[in-house]
């Protein structure tokens, strides 16, 4: 999906792309309960941030931290995807 670089934070497109996930596709609720849950695992990280200033750098350390907290590689494939 193409996002013209505007000053929204993680948090807010978040929010949007969740909603347009939804009701673009017949998902079903348990998906959409998985996505929420991936997305919550990067909002310490970004939450806050605007999108532009997050960096390959900052979400690559951001992946390992979460895989140094014991996520399995199934989790860690899913939280990427989303």
Do not use: C
């Amino acid at each position: 999906m193409y996002v013209e670089e505007i000053n929204q934070t993680f948090s807010d497109f978040s929010k949007e792309w969740l909603a347009i996930y939804r009701d673009s596709k017949e998902v079903k609720p348990g998906t959409i309960r998985v996505r929420l849950h991936e997305i919550g695992k990067l909002m310490p990280y970004f939450a806050q941030l605007k999108l532009k200033d997050i960096t390959r750098k900052r979400y690559h350390d951001a992946l390992n931290d979460l895989k140094e907290q014991g996520y399995s590689n199934s989790t860690m494939e899913g939280i990427h995807r989303t």
